[in-house]
């Protein structure tokens, strides 16, 4: 990068592991200036480390359902690299997510509430005035449980559907000055894949189980100019799985 030349800009919630570290991972790969945010203060430290690019890399500790925090966490971008671009929403919480619905307490109702929906608005408010600035984009990590929901999973499909409505609403509010899109990732390996049987990869009708890496080439494509004029989309990563348990049923 020749000198005085400004960094894209990225924040990254949920980043210590899974898909947002994948993210991050290819955004700085990519370009990309980053900063990592996840409530797991030591795992996002190392995460960022793996990384080997200081310079564009900054890990923060940092709960995304407490508006002081997120607030912390905004001005840790600005503060360090001047600008943001692009937010990526995919800090979530599945603890409650085998839960029935008799025995959910409404304490764990609230934590995912809070950091899966609640989360993803509390960034957003923050961010979009300087992704107005910069005519940004936001990306919001769903789930695919928000469309073909599974037993004993009312939290969890509650709040990824309520990412699937923020979604839309936003990008009817915001553009053109930021567009705003949706990933609903199903299942998605982050080990080896040659762990999988292959009854795994036969299942699927797209004939493999997908991985960070998918969702993280895909979320780039969202941020680039290339996808210029998609907005208010959701985009289902999943092998065609949904699909063939919607048929099926």
């Known amino acids: 990068m020749a000198q005085g030349e400004r960094r894209t800009v990225a924040l990254v919630t949920g980043a210590a592991r899974g898909i947002g570290r994948g993210i991050a991972q290819r955004l700085v790969a990519g370009g990309y200036a980053v900063l990592l945010a996840d409530i797991d203060g030591a795992a996002v430290a190392e995460a960022a480390a793996a990384l080997g690019a200081p310079d564009a890399v900054l890990a923060v500790e ?55 929906l609640t989360g993803v608005f509390l960034c957003s408010k923050h961010a979009v005035p300087h992704l107005k600035e910069s005519r940004g984009s ?13 037993p004993d999973t009312e939290a969890y499909s509650a709040s990824k559907g309520g990412v699937l409505a923020l979604t839309h609403a936003l990008a009817m ?3 053109p000055e930021i567009r705003v899109n949706c990933v609903s990732p199903g299942w998605i390996h982050n080990g080896d894949e040659a762990e999988l049987r292959p009854l795994d990869h036969r299942q ?19 941020a680039s100019p290339r996808a210029g004029f998609i907005t208010g989309q959701n985009f289902v990563v999943d092998g065609g799985m949904t699909r063939k348990m919607i048929y099926e049923e």
């Open 173 to 175: 509010s915001l553009g």
């Open 138 to 150: 936001i990306v919001n990590i769903s789930s695919t449980r928000a469309l073909q929901s599974e």
């Open 62 to 116: 940092a709960d995304v359902a407490d508006e002081r925090s997120v607030q912390g966490v905004i001005a840790r971008a600005l503060a360090r690299f001047g600008r943001l671009d692009l937010l990526v929403n995919n800090a979530a919480l599945a603890r409650a997510h085998a839960a029935p619905v008799h025995e959910l307490t409404l304490a764990e109702w609230n934590s995912v509430i809070g950091t899966n």
């Open 204 to 222: 699927h009708p797209a004939g493999r189980v997908g991985r960070a890496a998918d969702i993280a080439e895909l979320v780039v494509y969202l």
